[in-house]
């Protein structure tokens, strides 16, 4: 991964009055194939504050213009404290005035003029922020498997409404990075794409009251039918191991035709897919949806995973991507959907052998 060329999201904060030289900012990063995030491409459905509050956090730098308008400025100054306080990487850029408050330790590019800034605004610079950024992220915590299920949903939706392209003009330079990385037993995909169906009593077998949970089944087949829908336009790179000591034969069975039914569908659909099957997965479930959000999870249980952590600090979620490659890398030879499913079919009795008896 080359992240010396990476398209990192930037989010330029300024006052109405500077919009011009905002303006010129914008231009500067798309010129260096960033991807500048500015209230101008904001889709309509969503309330000011919260789409601004989601933009920062999911930023990879905060960039202010600071000048004798915009640091009297209630709002930008907001902004400011708001990035600061989710640890996002700023680079204040200021015609004459500097921050203040927490913002003021920052170090900020000083000019009279855009023309003296704008040449500071250099990949390099950039590059350094973000990359030497420890790992400070923030990140909320879901204990139990319902509240890991919903807070996987509502990244998901999330996504949908803030992953837009940042360059209406070339809208291929817009594309967000937005590839699917799962690594687990199972994993999502060897959930039934809908609630309804045979296939959820197999699926827990020895555990039959799970099979008639109507709610959670809905929920479990809403985040299938959402990773799908990532792993489908921008491809996935799975690493699995599809057998657990605690599940029956049956219940393990159930999953791998699920999951080949997943792949069926990725072959059908020519979408860019890689799967490894390694032991190593069973080291813990790990999703990471683009460079928008990772999930990992430590605690296997037979309805799903337990303690798990989620994050969308983007420098976070760009770090657990490197090491996601290396370990996806050292996991040797991948195989495409088609080649993955008669391996399965080859393997199935070994992993289904070494699950319990009903």
């Known amino acids: 991964m080359d992240l010396t060329k990476y398209p990192y999201r930037v989010f330029v904060s300024y006052a109405d009055e500077d919009r011009p030289d905002a303006s010129r ?13 500015w209230d101008q491409d904001n889709p309509g459905g969503w309330p000011f504050v919260e789409l601004t509050k989601k933009h920062i956090a999911h930023s990879h730098l905060f960039l202010p213009l600071l ?7 209630p709002w930008v100054n907001h902004e400011i404290g708001f990035a600061v306080g989710r640890n996002v990487p700023v680079l204040p850029l200021s015609l004459g005035p500097m921050p203040d408050g927490m913002a003021g330790a920052l170090h900020a590019e000083v000019g009279k003029h855009m023309d003296d800034l704008l040449p500071r605004l250099t990949r390099e610079r950039i590059n350094g922020l973000v990359e030497g950024r420890p790992g400070i992220g923030v990140y909320e915590f879901a204990d139990y498997t319902d509240s890991r299920t919903a807070a996987i949903i509502g990244h998901c939706q999330e996504l949908e409404r803030l992953a837009v392209p940042q360059h209406p003009q070339q809208p291929e330079r817009g594309v967000q990075h937005r590839r699917l990385r799962h690594r687990a037993a199972f994993g999502s995909f060897s959930l039934p794409a809908s609630p309804n169906g045979e296939i959820w009593k197999r699926r827990y077998d020895g555990e039959p009251w799970r099979a008639i949970d109507m709610p959670k089944k809905k929920a479990l087949s809403k985040e299938r039918q959402l990773l799908e829908q990532q792993a489908t336009q921008f491809g996935c790179d799975l690493v699995l191991y599809p057998s657990l000591p605690h599940l029956t034969s049956v219940a393990i069975a159930a999953r791998i035709e699920i999951l080949q039914s997943f792949l069926a569908s990725m072959h059908q659909s020519s979408a860019a897919v890689r799967v490894i ?27 799903g995973y337990r303690h798990t952590t ?12 490197v090491w996601y490659e290396q370990m996806f890398d050292d996991a040797g030879k991948w195989l495409s959907a088609y080649a993955a499913i008669t391996w399965l079919d080859q393997h199935l009795d070994a992993y289904a052998g070494k699950g319990t008896e009903g």
């Open 310 to 321: 989620l994050t969308s600090h983007a420098p976070t979620v760009l770090d657990r991507i």
């Open 277 to 303: 099957f390694d032991e190593s997965a069973l080291g813990g479930n790990v999703l990471i949806v683009g460079d928008w959000f990772c999930a990992d999870s430590m605690t296997p249980r037979a309805d």
């Open 25 to 37: 900012i914008v231009s500067r990063l798309r010129d260096l194939d960033l991807q500048p995030v």
């Open 67 to 73: 000048t004798n308008r915009s640091v009297q400025s």
